[in-house]
């Protein structure tokens, strides 16, 4: 069993989709261990997308994330990383596959509704950024 960390991003809570998200990953064979709602302080978020300071993108990912609640959930199953990187879909809505969060939730490259962890390095990281008894 591998765990790795899932957040539906305030664009997709604002929309209504957090419930839908959830019960996709559940349908996938995913299991939801830990969740929470919460919003994301600029520290917070500068503290979680630290690797990513300096590239053309950081500001409007930190706008985005401290825009309002999001969803963070702990994510448990067979080869959970690849499944849910699979389940999401490409990080640009529009070349994702029918059927993927991304395509069906999202509107943007930036506001592409969910986060998954890439790797068991950054699971590992993430998961106890925002649980830390796991």
Known sequence: MQTTLSIVK????????AEDIC????DSGLKIISKKQIKLSRDQAEGFYAEHKGKPF???????????PLLVQVLEGKEAISRYRKLMGD??????????????????IDANAVHGSDCEESAIREVTYFFPNK
């Open 91 to 108: 990080t640009n809505p529009k070349k994702a596959s029918p059927g993927t969060l991304r395509h069906d939730f999202a509107e943007s």
């Open 10 to 17: 305030p664009d997709a809570v604002a929309k209504g989709y």
């Open 58 to 68: 950081y500001e409007a990912l930190i706008n985005l994330m401290t825009s309002g």
């Open 23 to 26: 019960l996709r990953i559940e």
